[in-house]
């Protein structure tokens, strides 16, 4: 069935450096690609998305990467903050569909 | 910048009971969403809300559950004779279009004693 899964649960990092956070999904079908953000006791934050006709879209400090041959996503995030500590979810959308589905999240640490 | 409006934070309710979570969702946007977190797990989606129906809903959105439009801001959702393992955060959210950004409210915490 359609699933979308993070490779990495917990990722540690050194403020200042780049994150990266991966994500694999299985639905052939899935046509856009979000990641959010979610910090203690919030709801999830929007921080960009990707549709299925691109492989690569940049925003303020952020990166997503798709793979659609190997069906993998990727958000790569420049001179980690440590308001950048939070779980990320990636989450995908099938072609015609409504409901969005979501990975089981990656939990960000920035060190200081 | 618009954000979508939940109420209540908190909801506590006696099992069995009947609960209404309220949502304001952002005003330019069509489509409307729930979704719950059941702590420390990922978001599961609940259903989708499209032109005054409802468009789409996962094997969770069984007859216990309801969602309503009652005006031209409110999306509600009700939950009937509620259970503990309906304890969660439920998430309303909503969008312009079915492919852009889902914009989520910040949850109603219900816990079912």
């Known amino acids: 069935g359609e699933s979308v899964g993070l490779h990495l649960p917990t990722l540690s990092v050194q403020e200042g450096d780049n994150s990266i956070i991966n994500c694999a999904y299985s639905?052939?079908?899935?046509?856009?690609f979000i990641w959010y953000k979610q910090e203690s006791g919030k709801g999830p934050q929007f921080i960009i998305d990707i549709r299925s006709n691109m492989d690569k879209r940049q925003g303020q400090r952020v990166t997503v990467l798709l793979n659609k041959t190997v069906k993998h996503l990727s958000l790569q995030i420049a001179a980690t903050q440590p308001g950048d500590s939070a779980v990320y979810f990636c989450a995908e959308r099938d072609t015609g569909g409504f409901k969005t589905i979501f990975g089981a999240g990656t939990r960000l640490f920035v060190k200081a | 910048e618009p954000e979508v409006t939940q109420t209540p934070s908190h909801q506590v309710t006696q099992m069995g009971q009947e609960v209404i979570l309220r949502c304001v969702p952002i005003s330019n946007h069509l489509y409307f969403y729930w979704y719950r977190q059941i702590l420390g797990q990922k978001v599961e989606f609940l259903v989708s809300?499209?032109?005054?129906?409802?468009?789409?809903k996962s094997e969770i959105f069984d007859d216990q559950f309801s969602v309503e439009r009652p005006d031209g801001s409110n999306f509600t959702l009700k939950i009937r004779s509620t259970k503990l393992e309906d304890s969660a955060m439920y998430f309303c959210?909503?969008?312009?279009?079915?492919?852009?950004?889902?914009?989520f409210g910040q949850g109603t915490r219900l816990t079912v004693v």
């Open positions: 809300f499209y032109n005054n129906e409802i468009s789409e």
């Open positions: 959210a909503s969008s312009e279009a079915r492919t852009t950004g889902v914009i």
């Open positions: 639905n052939s079908a899935s046509d856009y």
